[in-house]
Structure formats: structure tokens, C-alpha cells
């Protein structure tokens, strides 16, 4: 059993920064792969970035690539996922969700496992 809470979202301009982070609590977090996704009003949750187990291999969005990078401690039960160059398209719920399958950097969200609660982006232009 994983229990995700994210934290780290807010109110930011057009071509800013924020950092989500997402802790983790159960001593296995560090064999789970780790995804955010996000859902914007009247929209499907879609993929933004998945990372495996080790952190070693991560997979983006197209629509995000060259902006987030995503991360993860093992050590704090945590990942966390770094944007920059918000654009008001960005604003969304975002959530942080677990896949029992480590390796898999899976874009699909029916492959996860556990999901937090969200925390709100909003970018205003």
C-alpha cells in the first residue's frame, strides 16, 4: 500500500516556475515507477512524465518536454516535478500516482496503482 500526497501547487504568471512534490509513505515507494498527471476543466487526465524505479530513465509529454523535468529521492519517499516555463495551458489538477511495475514508464493511467489527492496549477497570462 502507497499513500501519495502532493504539495507545492499555486497561482503562478505566464513563463514562471513551481516545484510539485509528492511524498510517499510505505517502505516499498522505492520499487514503484512514479507518473504525474494532470486534468484541466472539462478534460480527460492526461500524462505529463513518468520515472522508474532508480530514477534512471524518465519519459515526458511532448507538450511539456524541454520545460518539466521530473525526479525522485528514494531516501525522502519522494518525487517531485520541476516546471518551468509555465503557460496558462499547463493550469490543471495535478496528481502524482504509483505503478507497481518499477521499470514501466507507462503513459496510460489505468497502469497506476495508487494516486494522491491533487494539488491546483494555475497559471494566469
Known amino acids: 500500500q502507497v499513500h501519495l500526497v502532493e504539495s507545492g501547487g499555486g497561482l503562478v504568471q505566464a513563463g514562471g516556475s513551481l516545484r510539485l512534490s509528492c511524498a510517499a509513505s510505505g517502505r516499498t515507494f522505492s520499487s514503484y515507477a512514479m507518473g504525474w498527471f494532470r486534468q484541466a476543466p472539462g478534460k480527460e487526465r492526461e500524462f505529463v512524465t513518468a520515472?522508474?524505479?532508480?530514477?534512471?530513465?524518465?519519459y515526458y509529454a511532448d507538450s511539456v518536454k524541454g520545460r518539466f523535468t521530473i525526479a525522485r529521492d528514494n531516501a525522502k519517499n519522494t518525487v517531485y516535478l520541476q516546471m518551468n516555463s509555465l503557460k496558462p495551458e499547463d493550469t490543471a489538477v495535478y496528481y502524482c500516482?504509483?505503478?507497481?511495475?518499477?521499470?514501466?514508464?507507462?503513459?496510460?493511467?489505468?497502469?497506476?496503482?495508487?494516486w494522491g489527492q491533487g494539488t491546483q496549477v494555475t497559471v494566469s497570462s
Open positions: 500516482a504509483a505503478n507497481q511495475y518499477g521499470s514501466r514508464l507507462s503513459v496510460n493511467r489505468y497502469d497506476y496503482d495508487y
Open positions: 520515472i522508474n524505479w532508480s530514477g534512471g530513465n524518465t
